[in-house]
């Protein structure tokens, strides 16, 4: 690994360790990290876009060892695709709540930055539940409600829970959320 990569693993492993000391992510400074890391202040925005940037993916290096692993898992089960795309949901709405402490932050970001990776993950399970000929376009955008609805839903929850009645943070209610958007999407 050259020196380049070394600082990039540096920096993430330091802000995934700072991640597993704070109460609270807002206490994570640049300068906390650089001092953490021994490097420069500048160095965070020399190989992230922003520390916001860095603390995504170190957060996705976190919890997202459990997530790829509930999505192999449900990708390789037998079971119908709407139950295998049930199921990852559920499971991903699952890792979202026990780990709220990271992800309830970070939402902001993905929704308005980040690339839709869980989108195209799900993309091969949302053709998988169609009989009929749709578009690619057609596929795309509902994968693209399911996921982005369930990350609002998270980060707004309470408001969501005042509009709805329904409290996402609450597990059974929250998997009856799932199999009601998975059933207005999917006949």
Known sequence: MNKSNNTKELLIKTVVELLQECTDISEITSRK???RANVNLSTINYYFNSKDELVNIS?????GNTADIYFQ???NS???PKDKLRNFLINISDIIVDYEKYTKQIIPYILLKEKFIQTMEILPLVKGC???NKSDKEFRVISYQLISFMQLAFYRSDEFKSFSK???MNKKERDALINMELNLLIK
């Open 130 to 132: 169609f009989k009929e």
């Open 78 to 80: 037998s079971g119908s």
């Open 33 to 35: 990290i650089t001092k």
């Open 166 to 168: 329904i409290d996402i």
């Open 59 to 63: 957060i996705n290096k976190l919890i």
């Open 73 to 75: 898992n449900i990708v």
